[in-house]
């Protein structure tokens, strides 16, 4: 009897019985001496991002308290608004001023809006203790006290909002509790807060005879999702070009793009919004944040960036430029967010490199030391001209793109990337390749023309420039005109010195080689003292897929029937198996100082890898 009774005691004190179910000692037996146990205290999250919370077993325990590529929590900035109640306007149908547009999303209450809402919550189980001891004291906390996250109690179908001042109560652990994490916004300062929150579990128990007391802590650790944005490897899904209302250059413009993308895949979204602002690259940027989800899936959250332009630094409501209040006013909306985020004090020389042509992302690459298998930042930044530098500490903060490649682009009048370099899929040691501008291929196709007796082949026939009062100016010229002008001469020779230097940074950065890098021919000419692309911008195309791409007209000399300057691109392109859609661009964008690109946006499709399993 005596050893059944210490059998007894040892297994229930393993498995946590309660006290009533111990087996008495017989009068007379020895005394047994019984060994206060451990509490069974366990907070668990999905550390091993299979989408769900493993109550059994070890794979959602060890190593919970940490993070790394391997295991490690992971939660979503909850900013999207999924009941769809957020408007760009007050109660009164004014419009919100642009510092309280972005301040209604489903983060911004203390209440879960509904099941999509829910989905968007990572979850947190405090595993069950049934034989709990009257008495003991349960809370929660969160480190550290000032992270971007709420935390909510789940029960049955309620939620609601914990308050970590207040306990919760024992029944809480004797039957096990829901715990909601929400992440309150977007990671933007590193130094303020760097993503990670740790959440704790702290139970007081008193000295029992099965228990032994004291205070008992679990802790697991999360980090918020980053916002990553899309390189050209990824398809477009839903494309967007702004509409001028009752401009006929912008309905030419569309008609062509539109025609791209049926040639790409039908299936793709175009949205053209009304607008006055044409340069739908530059008001914007997209992105994403992923969590796991059930199955190996990612429940993902569309993100759009508001451009940090400032465009009336006067106005105390609306210093933004007016465009970009889109992302609030229209694109948020369900699984996806929009966010702010710039510096009113910012110089007005460097607002043009806001502007998200100059915000790209190399596609995926490697070096020695580091591997960046979902892109990398490209910015045109160099000391005294910068972008804004609240928004580049944001984007710095996400980690995973960063630290960005930094190249020059003070040279340019607009001083984006993408006026000079553009990136395509293709089977290469990198998996892309780089089409960059080289006017020197330019002067040299011309000067062969020319050798060739086409001297006087004329160029940009029919087509116009815009003077400084907004008169027309004849464009047509010849061969051989062209390249007798001495300012078009020189400031393309100046430009190829210049993105040479560009391209050595890219090349060092990313180890691309001359192989992988396709020469797009444009000369260049003279602007208040930078340069302009005087032919159109080819590089400055839309990347739809990896097969086609859509190109600015280049309105080069006719020889044998064909446009010189086209049968080079689509000639370069051909071994890539890429199609080109030319797309008329003069009167809207080239004579304005920018092309195709500029005038596009994307919507791609979330890469396969997975931020998570990556090491920043």
Not at 99 to 113: H, K, M, Q, R
Not at 418 to 430: F, G, M, N, V
Request: charge should be negative; include cysteine; charged fraction near 25%.
């Amino acid at each position: 009897m005596f050893r059944r009774s210490v059998w007894c005691v040892t297994a229930c004190l393993a498995v946590g019985c309660s006290e009533r179910v111990l087996p008495s000692l017989e009068s007379g037996a020895s005394t047994v001496t019984i060994i206060p146990g451990t509490p069974p205290i366990d907070l668990r999250a999905d550390v091993n991002r299979n989408g769900v919370v493993e109550l059994e077993g070890a794979a959602d325990d060890e190593a919970e308290d940490t993070w790394d590529a391997r295991h490690g929590a992971v939660f979503l900035p909850n900013i999207d608004d999924d009941a769809m109640r957020c408007r760009g306007t007050d109660m009164s149908g004014r419009p919100l001023a642009d510092s309280a547009l972005p301040g209604c999303n489903d983060a911004t209450d203390e209440i879960v809006n509904g099941d999509d809402d829910l989905k968007d919550l990572a979850r947190l189980e405090l595993v069950r203790w049934p034989e709990a001891p009257a008495g003991t004291v349960v809370r929660l906390s969160v480190a550290p006290a000032d992270a971007k996250v709420r935390l909510f109690r789940k029960a049955g179908d309620r939620t609601e909002a914990i308050d970590l001042d207040l306990p919760l109560a024992t029944a809480d652990l004797v039957g096990g509790v829901t715990f909601l994490l929400e992440g309150t916004d977007v990671v933007r300062d590193e130094a303020a807060w760097d993503g990670f929150v740790d959440v704790s579990v702290q139970v007081t128990v008193p000295d029992t005879r099965y228990w032994k007391g004291g205070t008992y802590t679990d802790t697991v650790r999360l980090r918020s999702s980053p916002v990553l944005t899309f390189h050209h490897l990824s398809p477009t899904e839903t494309a967007y070009a702004s509409n001028i209302p009752g401009e006929r250059d912008s309905a030419i413009f569309l008609r062509d793009v539109r025609a791209g993308l049926t040639l790409a895949n039908p299936n793709i979204t175009f949205v053209t919004p009304d607008l006055e602002d044409q340069w739908t690259q530059d008001f914007f940027e997209t992105g994403y944040a992923s969590m796991p989800g059930p199955g190996g899936a990612q429940q993902v959250m569309r993100v759009f960036f508001r451009s940090a332009n400032i465009e009336n630094p006067f106005s105390r409501s609306f210093p933004l430029r007016e465009a970009g209040r889109i992302v609030f006013t229209r694109f948020r909306g369900k699984d996806v967010a929009g966010v702010q985020q710039v510096d009113l004090g910012s110089s007005e020389e460097t607002q043009t490199l806001n502007s998200f042509g100059n915000f790209e992302t190399v596609p995926p690459h490697s070096t020695p030391t580091r591997n960046w298998p979902l892109g990398r930042v490209i910015r045109g930044s160099v000391r005294g001209y910068a972008p804004d530098q609240s928004f580049v500490r944001m984007t710095e903060a996400q980690k995973y793109q960063e630290p960005s490649i930094n190249v020059d682009t003070a040279w340019l009048l607009v001083g984006h990337v993408d006026e000079t370099i553009s990136y395509l899929k293709a089977s290469t040691p990198r998996g892309w390749i780089v089409l960059a501008n080289d006017a020197r291929l330019a002067r040299q196709m011309l000067l062969d023309a020319q050798a060739n007796g086409n001297g006087s082949t004329r160029l940009f026939v029919g087509k116009r420039w815009l003077d400084d009062m907004g008169n027309e100016l004849n464009a047509e010229t010849t061969v051989s005109a062209l390249l007798a002008n001495a300012d078009v001469m020189q400031a393309s020779a100046e430009a190829a010195v210049k993105v040479d230097e560009q391209l050595a940074i890219l090349k060092r950065e990313t180890g691309l080689t001359d192989a992988e890098i396709v020469k797009v021919p444009f000369l260049h000419e003279p602007v208040m003292g930078a340069s302009l692309a005087h032919q159109p911008g080819t590089v400055n195309l839309f990347v739809i897929d990896e097969r086609t791409v859509a190109v600015p007209d280049p309105h080069g000399p006719i020889i044998n029937g064909k446009d010189l300057f086209k049968t080079q691109l689509e000639s370069a392109l051909a071994p890539y198996q890429v199609r080109v859609q030319w797309v008329e661009n003069w009167n809207l964008y080239h004579r304005a100082a920018g092309e195709v690109h500029c005038g596009t946006n994307a919507m791609r499709a979330i890469p396969s890898v997975k931020w998570w399993e990556v090491t920043p």
